[in-house]
Nanobody, 117 residues
Framework: QVQLVESGGGLVQAGGSLRLSCAAS????????MGWFRQAPGKEREFVAG????????SYADSVKGRFTISRDNVKNTVYLQMNSLKPEDTVVYYC??????????WGQGTQVTVSS
């Protein structure tokens, strides 16, 4: 069993920054790609950013590219999402994800980000 715990969410004014963390336990995840997703009420969960197991490759949704940076520390078994230049439309719950195999995804419980205008 893999457990993912997100932290770092909170309230910030537009233009500010937050750093989300996702701490994993139960299994070393250095061999697996991980990602951040977000979901607003009444909407589908959407991809935000992904990172390869080694951390050498990253990808981003167009809506956050240039503002958000995903990284990981495999010694700490933790993935991060640095969010800069935050906008009110970034106000959603953010979830950490790892896909162990094609039929087994693990998700954290989410952390709320609220950006005030």
């Amino acid at each position: 069993q893999v457990q993912l715990v997100e932290s770092g969410g909170g309230l910030v004014q537009a233009g500010g920054s937050l750093r989300l963390s996702c701490a994993a336990s139960g299994r070393t995840l250095s061999s697996y790609a991980m990602g951040w997703f977000r979901q607003a009420p009444g909407k589908e969960r959407e991809f935000v950013a992904g990172i390869s197991g080694s951390g050498g490759y990253t990808s981003y949704a167009d809506s956050v590219k240039g503002r958000f940076t995903i990284s990981r520390d495999n010694v700490k078994n933790t993935v991060y999402l640095q969010m800069n230049s935050l906008k009110p439309e970034d106000t959603v719950v953010y979830y950490c994800n790892v896909r162990i195999n094609i039929v087994r995804d693990y998700w954290g419980q989410g952390t709320q980000v609220t950006v005030s205008s």
